[in-house]
C-alpha cells in the first residue's frame, strides 16, 4: 500500500501484451540502463516510505499527514498532465478514480499511516508483503482462482500472517494490528475491483485518485480534530516533501516505465524487495529492533509470495479489461502508490 505502497490498476496504449512481454534480448542498452535505474528506485524508494511516513508522523496526525501528501501530490501531477495536453477526465473516470483513492488510499495507506504510531516501519511493511496473497483470493472469487501450487503459497503466507500478528509488539498495540490487517485487503480488493472501472487513461488515473484519496483523508483527519505541531519539526516536514515527490511522483513515474518496458512480474517485484529495505532503514535510521519471530514471519510471508508470483504463465496474456496478480504476466498490473506503500 507504499506505500506506500498504492496501486493503481490502469493500462496505457503503450502497455498492451507486445510491450509488457518484451524480451530483454531485444532491448537497446539505454533502455537496459533505464530498466536497472527504474527498479532501483521502485526498491529503495518505495521501500523507504514507510520509514518516511513514521519520521512524518512525529508533527503531522496519521490522516492529515496522508492527505496533505496526496492533495499535493496528485494536484502536480494533474497540473503537469494538463499542461502536456491530456483530456480532463468525465465525470465517471472522476467517481470510479474516487472510489478506488478512497479504498487503496484511506483504506490501505491510511491505515498503514495510523498503525505506524505504534508500530516499527519495518513491521508495516511486512505485513504489505501479504498484499499479492489477498489480490488472488479476490481475483479467484472474480473467476480466476490459483493454481494449485499457488493454493499452497496462500496457505503458507495466511500462516505467515498470522504469526507475525502473535509477535509481542502487535499484541500490545490492539489498534495497530487490526490497521495492518486492514490495509493489506483494501489495497487488494482496489487493485482487482479497478480492473473493471471506467477509469482515467494512463497516469490521469493515478491524478484522479490521488485527490480524491487525498481529500478523503483530509476530511477524515479534521473530523477525528487532527491537528499539526507547529511549527512541524524540520525532519518531518522534509519526510513530508520526500512522500510527496520521491514517493509519490517519481515513484509512479519509474513504475510507468518500467510496464511499458518489462514483464509485469519484474515491474511488481518491488513488493517483495520492499519489506527488506524497510526493515533496514527503520532499524539502521530508525532505531526499531526486529525480533526472531518477526524476521521468520518476513521469511514466511516473502517465500510464500515468490511461490504465487513465479508460478510459469499457463496461457499468453490476452486482452486489455483483465484484472491481475503480481504472479500472473498480463498487461493490466499493480501499481502502488504506497502502499508504501
Known sequence: MSEDHLAIVRDSGESGP???????????????????????????????????????????????????????????????????????????????????????????????????????????????????????????????????????????????????????????NPQGAIALLIAPICWSLGSVWSARLPLASGLMASATQMLAGGLAQLSIGLLLGERPSLPPAPGALLALIYLVGAGSLLGYCAYGYLLRRVRPALATSYAYVNPLVAVFLGTLFGGEQVSPLELLAMLIILGSVALISLQPRMAPATGHNSATIASQDEPRQLSSLRTDR
Open 18 to 172: 507486445a510491450a509488457a512481454q518484451q524480451r530483454p534480448g531485444s532491448l537497446r542498452p539505454v533502455d537496459r540502463l533505464g530498466i536497472i535505474l527504474a527498479l532501483l528506485a521502485l526498491y529503495i524508494i518505495w521501500g523507504s516510505t514507510y520509514l518516511g511516513m513514521r519520521q512524518a508522523l512525529t508533527s503531522f496526525p496519521p490522516f492529515l499527514m496522508g492527505g496533505l501528501r496526496f492533495v499535493c501530490a496528485g494536484t502536480l501531477l494533474y497540473l503537469f498532465l494538463r499542461l502536456r495536453g491530456e483530456p480532463r477526465p468525465s465525470l465517471h473516470q472522476w467517481l470510479a478514480g474516487a472510489g478506488i483513492g478512497v479504498l487503496m488510499l484511506v483504506g490501505s495507506n491510511g491505515m498503514v499511516a495510523f498503525a505506524e504510531q505504534w508500530v516499527a516501519s519495518g513491521l508495516a511493511a511486512i505485513a504489505l508483503a501479504a498484499v499479492p496473497l489477498w489480490t488472488a483470493l479476490f481475483a479467484g472469487l472474480s473467476g480466476r482462482w490459483p493454481r494449485r501450487l499457488e493454493w499452497l503459497g496462500l496457505l503458507i503466507g495466511f500462516a505467515g500472517v498470522i504469526l507475525l500478528n502473535l509477535q509481542s509488539g502487535l499484541r500490545a
